[in-house]
């Protein structure tokens, strides 16, 4: 059978010709590619090690000098739990110290430290700073710094960070949350807010011990 010649196809010869463009870059390229590689290994290779050898063991040291201070913080002794005792560091001194290498949460806890001894805007700062993921405790932080500018009387901020709480909650806990929103709209004079607020609790959550006792807070400004 007699053979038939064919003509490379335009794809054909654009293949060929990246074949070849590339044989020949790594043929003149390969061994400033070598070291480029050489040294990526390098750089990944010290970045694991700095991680295993140094972060990671640094905030393990400073994970673990939490404790006393966090003993102390549910001991309710926020004075302690925030500076210390003299022997153990407190939440301030190990911000101060390792920063967030001791857990986010120590900004969390400095912060209620704070707003417990009536520090208002040291609360604020420490909890503005609070980062964790856990939805509970953010929610609680933004609560917490509520709290803290019903502090400062400033009211109005303070119900936003109420709102901030509510919207980040999906519990009960939204009902501390609405009643807390809900007294301080009534400070600033405005009741039909706080009906509102009061209303959702009644609605949402009847069965909460805000729940239970709410009615009587819609009665007062019905």
């Known amino acids: 059978m007699a053979k038939t010649n064919q003509k490379p196809t335009e794809k054909g010869q654009a293949a060929g010709q990246a074949i070849t463009s590339t044989e020949e870059f790594l043929k003149n390229n390969g061994k400033v590619l070598t070291w480029i590689l050489i040294a990526v290994v390098a750089v990944v290779a010290v970045f694991i090690a700095v991680s295993n050898w140094v972060i990671k063991p640094a905030k393990a040291s400073a994970q673990a000098e939490t404790f006393p201070a966090e003993e102390y913080f549910i001991a309710a002794d926020y004075e302690s739990a925030l500076n210390g005792d003299g022997t153990s560091l407190g939440f301030a001194d190990l911000i101060a110290q390792y ?3 001791a857990g986010k949460a120590v900004y969390f806890y400095a912060g209620v430290c704070e707003l417990q001894l009536k520090n208002y805007e040291s609360a604020i700062t420490y909890l503005k700073k609070y980062k964790g993921k856990d939805d509970i405790l953010a929610a609680r932080a933004l609560a917490c710094l509520g709290d803290a500018y019903v502090g400062t009387n400033d009211l109005a901020t303070a119900i936003s960070y109420y709102d901030k709480a509510i919207a980040k909650s999906d519990n009960v806990l939204a009902a501390t949350y609405m009643l807390k929103a809900g007294i ?15 209303q959702a609790i009644s609605d949402k959550y009847p069965q909460s011990l805000e729940g239970m006792d709410i009615d009587k807070y819609i009665y007062r400004i019905k």
Do not use: C, Q, R
């Not at 301080?184 to 009061?198: Q, S």
């Open 99 to 101: 920063g967030a290498k």
């Open 184 to 198: 301080t709209a009534e400070e600033m004079g405005n009741n039909a807010k706080a009906l509102e607020y009061y």
